[in-house]
């Protein structure tokens, strides 16, 4: 048996998958996000772990054989998490989705320069990267960076508290833009940009490696048998691709979660000419290219509970029968933009409503707007002569029939959904599987184990009029975009 977490922004979810792939349980732990001001998002690594801790007694409550081989993590990516001497932790992790690093990130990117950080990295830095939150705490908390003993991301703290292993993997590292991610070790001139000595930073390990075993004490609370393997795991879109089989060179991934990300799998390193896209590790053990929107599924969950509140999801979308047809635009910036603008401060907002627009009118804008924003990163793809006509879905928002459907249309791509929707743990549980030797390679067991059993095809009238309505949503940014600087 395997155990597959997967740290999200507002819960951790673990489940146990057997040796042939079946998922035996799933369960789901929440833990509170703190935004001490405007566009800052906060969490406590204590949190996490406690989280975790208590979902794998609750994914194990009841079963008579509790031997487990091997875990892995899938995790949140880009967090600043920071210990001391102590290994204690020294203030609450800066997350993804903070804005709070303009000034950083402009300095990375306009004084220290875009073409030295493409050198050094294969990326630009985007305000959500963990080098500019570095910076951040050294320019505004002194005290705190002067203490910094460690600097790690989200998951790999999970890994730190089961193990002791002091470990990252080079999918997540390399979202950190401070890590040469084409040689895959960490950045000497990035390190020294950012002041540190290179003595804070973890190991880096392929994701499939194992790292450590989890410690005695802590096997023994949990009535664990067995010698129970760790391996260094995956950021948490790397993590989703191994989960729905978007691995090798040509797979892409669509993810519906709090953010959302275009995932495109390849055997080598590419960047394109304005950085748009992510150029990063992946934890088959090659590369990925991957563009990111900060609110995704967030926009409609925002706009249910907040706005309408109304928990009726499936509800809200029954009334929707005019695709392609809308007026109304919603533009997903909620938290800013990462793909393709790079643009921390631009808000979101409803165009070109009247009086006669309808409640089913914004709801559709929502779920469009959120299309049309993913449809930004894949033109970005379609420029570097990568040409997709398939792509697996997943996350909570790839329920929706509805919202499936628009996408698929949109993007003019067929959508794949798998059998089992659960991203990044399955992820998780595949590469504690191959880090335990139970398959050869993550290829081979993304394969075998995900199974594809429904698909979305286009339709061509939809192709065609949302062409036009992409066309149009194409020039809202640059017209809004000087009103938030």
């Known amino acids: 048996m395997y155990i597959g977490v997967d740290l999200g922004t507002s819960a951790v979810k673990l489940l146990a998958m057997s040796e042939d792939g079946k998922i035996l349980r799933t369960v789901s732990v929440e833990y509170p ?44 990516m880009h967090g600043l998490v920071i210990l001391d001497e102590n290994d204690e932790v020294i203030r609450p992790a800066i997350l993804w989705n903070d804005g709070r690093t303009t000034k950083e990130t402009d300095y990375l990117n306009n004084e220290i320069g875009k073409d030295k950080l493409s050198e050094y990295t294969g990326n630009i830095a985007f305000a959500g990267f963990t080098a500019p939150k570095v910076l951040w705490v050294k320019n505004n908390e002194p005290e705190n960076f002067a203490r910094i003993k460690k600097v790690m991301l989200p998951k790999d703290y999970i890994v730190f508290r089961l193990t002791g292993s002091y470990v990252s993997d080079y999918s997540d590292a390399s979202g950190m833009l401070l890590m040469d991610v084409k040689n895959k070790k960490w950045s000497e001139q990035m390190l020294e940009i950012c002041g540190l000595t290179g003595v804070e930073m973890p190991e880096l390990h392929e994701s499939f490696d194992t790292v450590g075993t989890v410690k005695g004490e802590i096997a023994a609370q949990l009535g664990i048998s067995g010698q129970l393997k760790v391996v260094a795991g995956a950021g948490d879109n790397a993590a989703a691709a191994v989960g729905t089989g978007t691995v090798g060179a040509g797979g892409c991934n669509l993810s519906l979660g709090t953010s959302g990300t275009l995932f495109i799998s390849n055997d080598k390193f590419s960047v394109d000419d304005k950085n748009s896209l992510h150029s990063f590790a992946h934890a088959d053990g090659g590369f990925h290219l991957m563009g990111c929107m900060l609110s995704a599924a967030s926009c409609n969950k925002w706009w249910m509970d907040e706005i309408l509140k109304d928990k009726d999801y499936a509800g809200s979308q029954t009334g929707i029968t005019k695709l392609g047809e809308n007026n109304v635009f919603f533009i997903p910036y ?57 792509s697996n879905i997943c996350g909570g928002g790839a329920k929706s029939p509805l919202w499936r459907r628009i996408i698929a249309n949109v993007m003019n791509i067929t959508l794949e959904i798998q059998e089992n929707d659960e991203g990044p743990a399955l992820g998780g549980a595949i590469l504690a599987a191959v880090g335990c030797g139970k398959y050869p390679d993550v290829i081979t067991a993304s394969k075998s184990l995900v199974n594809v059993v429904e698909t979305v095809e286009p339709e061509a009238d939809l192709v065609e009029k949302y062409e036009k309505k992409y066309q149009e949503f194409k020039k809202i940014y640059p017209t809004i975009k000087g009103l938030y600087q």
């Open 33 to 76: 996000i703190s935004f001490p001001k405007s566009g800052w998002s906060e969490q406590s690594p204590e949190d996490w772990y406690k989280g975790t801790i208590e979902g794998i007694g609750k994914l194990l409550d009841g079963m008579e054989d509790r031997t487990v081989d091997g875990i892995g993590v899938g995790g949140q």
């Open 334 to 390: 909620l938290m800013g933009e990462r793909s393709p603008h790079n643009d921390p401060l631009v808000r979101a907002g409803f165009l070109g409503m009247s009086m006669d627009t309808t409640r089913e009118d914004m709801v559709q804008a929502v779920l469009e707007g959120v299309a049309f924003g993913l449809r930004d990163s894949l033109e970005v793809a379609r420029s570097l002569g990568i040409e997709i006509k398939v």
